[in-house]
Structures are given as C-alpha cells and as structure tokens.
C-alpha cells in the first residue's frame, strides 16, 4: 500500500503541475466541452443540446480558436459536472484533473487483490501499473471520464465478488455517460451471470432518466436522442456535424476502427459496415461461449471488459483505461504469452500516439489476443480444470 500512496501523491503533484502548463497553452481539450455543458446546465438546462448554443458556450469559455465538440452525453452527466462551472476555466481543468487523479485510489482499494497481482515489469508492487499506461494519462490531461469509468467497473466487480449481481448492475447504470460502452458490457454480464444484473442495471436506468428528464424535459430528452443517432450515422450527416462529434472510426482501438483501418482505403462505407457488423456478431458469439464455459469470476469479468471495449460502436485511445482492471484480473492466471500481450498494450499506444498517430485502430490488435489467450487455456484444459484454477 505504501509503494502505491507514495507514487500516486508524487503522480499527483506532477500531472497538476503539468496540467497547469498545459492549459496555458491553445490546445484544444475535451474539457472544454464538458465544462461548456456543466455551464448551460446550470443556467440553460432546456437547452443543453442546443448545438448552437453549445457552441457559444464552448467559445465564450475556451476561445473560438479551438474549435468545439459536441456534448452527447447523457444531462444527468451534465449535472455532475455542473459544480466544476463555477470556477473560472482554468481553475475548473485544474481541479477536475486533481478529482480524476484522487479516484485512483478507490480504484484501487475496490479491486486490490486484483491489482496486487505482479505483472512484470509494471506492476511488481500493488497498484503501480495505473501510472504507466498511457490512456489513462489522455484520458486525464483532456478532461475524460475515464477513471470514473473504471472506478465504476471496479466497484461493479467488488459486488460480484459478494455476489451483489443487483449491486453490480446498479452501479454499471450509473456509468451510462459512457452508453456505447455499457451497453455491451451489461449484455455480455446479463449473458454470463443471469437476470439479477439486468434488474439492478434496469433500476439504475430508470434512476439516471429520471434525473435527465427532470433536469432537460421531454423536448431536451428528444434532441439528445436525435444527436446520439447523428452521431452514430456521422457519414451521412454535414461536415459541421462530423467534425463536432469527431467520430473517425480509424482512430477507435476497437473492431469497427480495425475493420475501417485496415479497409478503409479499399472498400466503400457500406461495405466496411456489414464487415464490421458480420465481425461483430463473430466475436459476440465467440466471447459469449467463453462466457459460459467460465466459472471463474475474474475471468468473466475480464472477458466482459475486453469484450465491450472491442464490441464499442465509439471508443477512443483514453477509454482503453477501463481495460487496466481486466488485465488485472487476468494477471492471477499466469496464461502463456500474458507478459508478452501486455507488453504490448503498454507499449503499442506509446508507439501509436507518438510515431503512427492516425492508426490508433492496431491498439485493438492486444486485446484481441488477450480473448486468444483465454480460449487457448479452454481448449488446452478440461473445464473443470479451468474454472478451478
């Protein structure tokens, strides 16, 4: 524990310091976006999805110079980050990165006996692998949600283990600002631990839409609908549109982006979306009878995690954070050739972001072979063999 205390405080004070140089200089972060949609919350919440008007809110906050993204979270995400609007822009990054940095550490107490597993060389203290992935320092330094994410996850995972299915899907509903995530991973969970999940997942649900529509009304609920369908048909919407919502599926580290990366240059849009949907469904199939020839927790769990985050219709470099927990989890294995994969998944987004910056799709490459890697030790042990490892 005092390893980790110790590397966190010292990662804390560094990523603050750095984050307040960052933001003295014009670069364009997805903060922007969210403190934009935290300010009309608070003082226009009816039209929080007033493209217009999120426009206006991101330049009088951030300066037109950099552009603007489109917010299509959930509003009660927008709730949330309402408090973070009465600090001046500046102030409000600072003090949103310092909570990012500071739920590491419920990250970790949720699932420490999973991340006291030794990985060499990231991990051979508790804990320590979260400061040398890379994703979660993007994640951190453009003002993302990711560590929520996780924590979520991790928190999620601790109810499992207790065998809080309810629990676990309750909390899993609460990480809904993150839909194209959650969706997967509640279906691929509902598929392995049964309907007690799906309730608490339901409950959670109708909690959060209760919250939104109380704090946006029916018409606001309507245009977050119709940006969230925008924003998945992007091809065929106006360049404004496309360059807001920033959805490029080449840069996802997912399937859809290793399907448009790799074909992108060669087959039309269409094409590129019935393989990406008939590769899908494969890999669906494929983690689903993984699913249920596992009845080990950490294994499920981690096949859930990995599973979602390649079945993701958007994912971006910073969400591979949520993937830290699966590794993890899969470290307590000792499968073949885990050392060499995630080295790699330390590695590869090092290489993508700085030298290959527009193939960030190759990023999915890994966790595809950490699904390998399970279905090897299936097919190389009885089952029973397995699940009592």
């Known amino acids: 524990m005092k390893p980790f205390?110790?590397?966190?405080?010292?990662?804390?004070?560094?990523?603050?310091?750095?984050?307040?140089?960052?933001?003295?200089?014009?670069?364009?972060?997805?903060?922007?976006?969210?403190y934009a949609s935290g300010l009309l919350a608070r003082t226009q919440p009816s039209q929080l999805y007033d493209l217009a008007k999120q426009r206006s809110a991101q330049a009088d906050a951030v300066g037109r110079s950099n552009g603007w993204t489109m917010f299509i979270q959930p509003p009660y995400e927008a709730l949330f980050l309402e408090p973070f609007s009465l600090l001046p822009y500046r102030a409000a990054?600072?003090?949103?990165?310092?909570?990012?940095?500071?739920?590491?550490?419920?990250?970790?107490?949720?699932?420490?006996?999973?991340?006291?597993?030794?990985?060499?060389?990231?991990?051979?203290?508790?804990?320590?692998?979260?400061?040398?992935?890379?994703?979660?320092?993007?994640g951190l330094f453009q003002g993302q949600a990711s560590v929520r994410l996780l924590l979520l996850c991790c928190a999620a995972w601790y109810?499992?283990?207790?065998?809080?299915?309810?629990?676990?899907?309750?909390?899993?509903?609460?990480a809904l600002f993150k839909l194209q995530v959650i969706v997967p991973l509640i279906s691929l969970l509902v598929v392995w631990r049964g309907l007690r999940i799906l309730g608490g997942f339901l409950t959670g649900s109708l909690a959060v839409s209760a919250?939104?529509?109380?704090?946006?009304?029916v018409g606001g609920m309507q245009h977050f609908v119709l940006l969230v369908l925008m924003s998945s048909l992007v091809s065929n919407q106006s360049p404004l549109i496309a360059a807001a919502t920033g959805q490029r599926p080449e840069l996802m580290p997912n399937l859809r982006g290793l399907v448009y990366g790799c074909g992108g240059?060669?087959?039309?849009?269409?094409?590129?979306?019935?393989?990406?949907?008939?590769?899908?469904?494969?890999?669906?199939?494929?983690?689903?009878?993984?699913?249920?020839?596992?009845?080990?927790?950490?294994?499920?769990?981690?096949?859930?995690?990995?599973?979602?985050?390649?079945?993701?219709?958007h994912f971006h470099s910073h969400d591979l954070t949520v993937v830290l927990l699966a590794i993890a989890?899969?470290?307590?294995?000792?499968?073949?050739?885990?050392?060499?994969?995630?080295?790699?998944?330390?590695?590869?987004?090092?290489?993508?972001?700085?030298?290959?910056?527009?193939?960030?799709?190759?990023?999915?490459?890994?966790?595809?072979?950490?699904?390998a890697l399970v279905a090897r030790e299936y097919r190389a042990k009885p089952i029973a063999e397995v699940s009592a490892a």
């Open 93 to 138: 990054y600072l003090t949103y990165l310092a909570f990012n940095i500071i739920l590491i550490v419920p990250c970790f107490l949720l699932a420490r006996d999973a991340f006291s597993n030794v990985i060499d060389p990231w991990q051979l203290q508790p804990g320590l692998m979260f400061f040398f992935f890379l994703p979660l320092w993007l």
């Open 211 to 217: 919250v939104s529509f109380w704090l946006v009304g």
């Open 265 to 313: 240059k060669y087959l039309p849009h269409d094409w590129l979306t019935g393989v990406t949907l008939v590769l899908s469904v494969a890999l669906l199939v494929w983690v689903v009878r993984l699913l249920r020839n596992s009845q080990d927790e950490a294994t499920g769990f981690a096949l859930s995690l990995i599973g979602a985050a390649l079945l993701s219709y």
């Open 329 to 371: 989890l899969l470290a307590g294995r000792q499968l073949p050739h885990f050392d060499a994969v995630v080295l790699v998944c330390f590695l590869l987004p090092v290489m993508v972001l700085f030298f290959f910056v527009r193939s960030h799709f190759v990023m999915a490459i890994p966790l595809l072979a950490l699904v």
């Open 5 to 34: 205390l110790i590397t966190w405080a010292a990662f804390l004070v560094f990523m603050v310091l750095v984050g307040g140089v960052f933001r003295g200089m014009p670069v364009k972060t997805d903060f922007g976006c969210f």
């Open 159 to 174: 109810a499992l283990k207790r065998g809080r299915d309810f629990m676990a899907g309750f909390l899993l509903a609460l």
